[in-house]
């Protein structure tokens, strides 16, 4: 396709009167909702044309859309951001680029890109966006790595990196270890040669799970039980934790708060349990902890531009390419399954470890 839009161009045939002459009858799928509620109630598959892009912009083909805790929330009215109805579902994809508006354009027909502002909706075949809300992937990223790589991944990498001055032989405890974004801090600590304690619930498969995080280069993994009377930090067979990652709240952020360090860190990041964070006053005045909390989200926002959010991103493609970072654990399933992945993203416990992927 790359080939037949320099011929194209030669001949001063503009990218639009090409585009409507290859896709005049072609149409996009896209997943509206118009209220707040269930996803697999208020979802609606609906077909439109395909847009043009104008100058500044490019039409992209969805190669795979992934389904977050967070998009779950915003779908049923519980996520801080607020959309605008009707709204299309989805933060974060992959695509291909297929027509380019205009001429200058850094992108080209055919290059992965993946799209950095937040709240585009991107569980949709096709979509327009601004060159300049996109982020060119390298080649030989898989779809899985990228589609999923602005949320997870670059949510552990801040939290190893901005609280604490993390040295290689240093421990980090998680909760949620086998979660998305638990699992790729695992695959970063091992990349840094920092030690990652995992914490997760019982369940029948645990022994399966706990071999699949410590493949994945966790140190140890406990359940919430395990945790409680676990002396792997008081004998000394890992450093007191210096940095504690929650994602679940209650009773599990307090047993990891009791493992810290003096002068150790929990940073909050979600609350899976729906239970409050509890403090003990001890914990604040002897210890010295700090507790504070993190959204990617916010961090995007401010960093859009930033040499550091380019060094992330860098260093993250590095990884994915050495092998070091994969993608979690995960399950591509087609557009027109929507229902059953977005009721199979939740459990009454909390989200699974698995990953749905959206594929068009």
């Known amino acids: 396709m790359a080939q037949i839009v320099k011929r194209l161009s030669a001949a001063s045939v503009t990218t639009q009167s090409f585009f409507t002459a290859r896709h005049m009858s072609a149409m996009a799928k896209v997943l509206r909702y118009g209220e707040f509620g269930e996803p697999a109630k208020v979802l609606r598959l609906q077909e439109e044309p395909i847009p043009t892009p104008k100058h500044g912009e490019v039409l992209i083909k969805t190669l795979g859309a992934p389904i977050n805790p967070a998009d779950i929330n915003t779908i049923q009215g519980k996520y801080p951001v607020k959309p605008t109805f009707p709204a299309v579902g989805g933060n974060e994809c992959v695509g291909e680029v297929v027509a380019v508006g205009g001429d200058g354009s850094s992108l080209k027909v055919g290059d992965r890109v993946v799209p950095f502002a937040t709240g585009l909706g991107t569980w949709r075949s096709h979509a327009i966006y601004p060159t300049n809300q996109l982020m060119k992937v390298p080649a030989s990223i898989g779809v899985a790595e990228a589609a999923t790589i602005t949320v997870n991944p670059c949510t552990g990498y801040r939290m190893l990196k901005d609280f604490v001055s993390l040295a290689p032989g240093d421990t980090v405890i998680q909760n949620g270890a086998n979660s998305a974004c638990g699992q790729a801090i695992i695959q970063l600590c091992r990349a840094w040669n920092v030690e990652c304690v995992g914490i997760v619930r019982d369940r029948p498969e645990f022994v399966q799970l706990k071999d ?124 027109a399954d929507y229902a059953a992945a977005v009721t199979n993203a939740l459990n009454i416990q909390g989200f699974v470890g698995k990953k749905y992927i959206l594929q068009f």
């Open 212 to 335: 699949y995080l410590k493949g994945l280069g966790a140190a140890e993994i406990l359940t919430e039980e395990e945790l409680r009377t676990t002396k792997l930090f008081k004998d000394g067979i890992f450093r007191k934790p210096k940095l504690a990652l929650n994602c679940v709240g209650g009773k599990s952020a307090l047993e990891l708060a009791r493992q810290l360090d003096q002068a150790g860190v929990m940073v909050t990041y979600g609350g899976m349990s729906r239970e409050p964070v509890t403090v003990p006053t001890a914990s604040l005045i002897f210890k010295d902890l700090r507790f504070v909390g993190f959204w990617m989200t916010r961090w995007t926002k401010e960093h859009a531009a930033s040499p550091e959010r380019s060094a992330m991103f860098n260093e993250l493609f590095g990884l994915i390419e050495r092998g070091a970072l994969r993608a979690p654990a995960h399950e591509l399933i087609s557009f």
